[in-house]
């Protein structure tokens, strides 16, 4: 069943394309916000989104409109969490197979969603667990982490 007019193919390659135009390849995301996202008082804005680091305005202009936007942004707090909790499982079991699998699922979802440094983060645990270096998946856990939590937060704040 298709919710969206463009298959998720077409929006992740324009996202991607998006992204890559940029950042020119960079790997390390900069967030230039214009203001800190703890002052703005309303947490239901655009606004909030992107100085929380979220490209709201560029996942829009993709995904055909705020609507459906927010119904996907939804779908990720959900999805955001199950994975969590799935890449905890799997570093403790040393999975990396499964991991970098969970992995690359939260990074599709972030690139839809213009969820910039969480999707450079997942790529290079994806890319890492899938050489099988869990001496990196250990090593940087705590900042993936941390930053799905803030993700969740963020978005949860927004939508409530």
Do not use: P, W
Not at 13 to 19: G, P, V
Not at 35 to 42: L, P, T
Not at 127 to 136: P, V
């Amino acid at each position: 069943m298709a919710l969206f007019s463009k298959s998720d193919d077409s929006i992740s390659e324009e996202l991607l394309k998006k992204s890559m135009d940029a950042s020119k390849g960079a790997q390390e995301v900069v967030i230039n916000a214009t203001e800190d996202a703890s002052e703005i008082s309303d947490k239901h804005s655009l606004t909030y989104l992107e100085a929380s680091g979220i490209d709201a305005t560029a996942a829009i202009d993709i995904l055909g409109d705020k609507d459906t936007f927010d119904r996907r942004l939804r779908d990720f707090a959900s999805l955001a969490k199950s994975k969590y909790g799935s890449l905890m499982e799997c570093k403790a079991s040393l999975d990396m197979a499964k991991y970098s699998i969970e992995s690359e699922a939260l990074k599709k979802e972030c690139n839809y969603l213009g969820i910039k440094k969480l999707f450079v983060m997942a790529k290079k645990h994806e890319q890492e667990s899938k050489s099988g270096d869990s001496t990196y998946v250990i090593d940087h856990f705590k900042e993936y982490e941390d930053e799905i939590k803030r993700i969740i937060e963020v978005v949860e704040a927004y939508l409530a």
